[in-house]
């Protein structure tokens, strides 16, 4: 994975503090400890008129991407063939952290075995790659475009975006 661009984001009316200021920039390693250390996500994506479609789901984060199953007719999964640009939220709501990305269909067996190894290890399942068979599931893997922060405790002086170009 790339290192993603670390900038206080743009949040008008909000009267952030500089990057230096308060908590300052977080590093994308507090990031990723969110990603990790979460139990269940949001998949947020977009119906075909445009609406947003948010649905709760078990994710795990690879050092580079998220990935996610679902049933294959799921409307969170017809969304995303349509549509791949959505939303990741992890489910602190104290300390968030929400990722923008698009996500890919995976259906290669060398790509399912790492990912279905990570969900076992991460849920303490004993999950065969026949729970996620593309002739039924819809794996996807989500590379972010970027990913926002914060700690609420210090709310001006802790936002943080990480782009990735």
Not at 56 to 77: L, Q
Not at 133 to 156: C, K, S, Y
Request: glycine share 8%; hydrophobic share 35%; with cysteine.
């Amino acid at each position: 994975m790339t290192t993603p661009r670390t900038e206080r984001p743009h949040m008008p009316g909000y009267d952030l503090l500089g990057p230096e200021e308060g908590s300052g920039l977080l590093p994308f390693s507090w990031a990723e400890e969110k990603f990790n250390s979460a139990k269940n996500y949001w998949i947020v994506s977009n119906w075909p008129d445009g609406r947003s479609h948010a649905m709760p789901v078990w994710a795990v984060w690879d050092g580079s991407r998220v990935w996610f199953s679902t049933g294959g007719d799921s409307r969170k999964a017809r969304n995303l063939r349509l549509d791949e640009r959505c939303l990741v939220l992890a489910e602190n709501t104290e300390q968030p952290v929400v990722l923008e990305g698009t996500a890919e269909l995976v259906t290669d067996e060398e790509s399912l075995t790492p990912y279905i190894g990570l969900v076992n290890e991460k849920y303490g399942t004993d999950y065969s790659t026949a729970m996620i068979d593309p002739a039924v599931q819809a794996t996807f893997r989500i590379r972010p475009r970027w990913v926002f922060g914060m700690l609420q405790e210090d709310f001006n002086g802790s936002p943080t975006r990480w782009v990735f170009d």
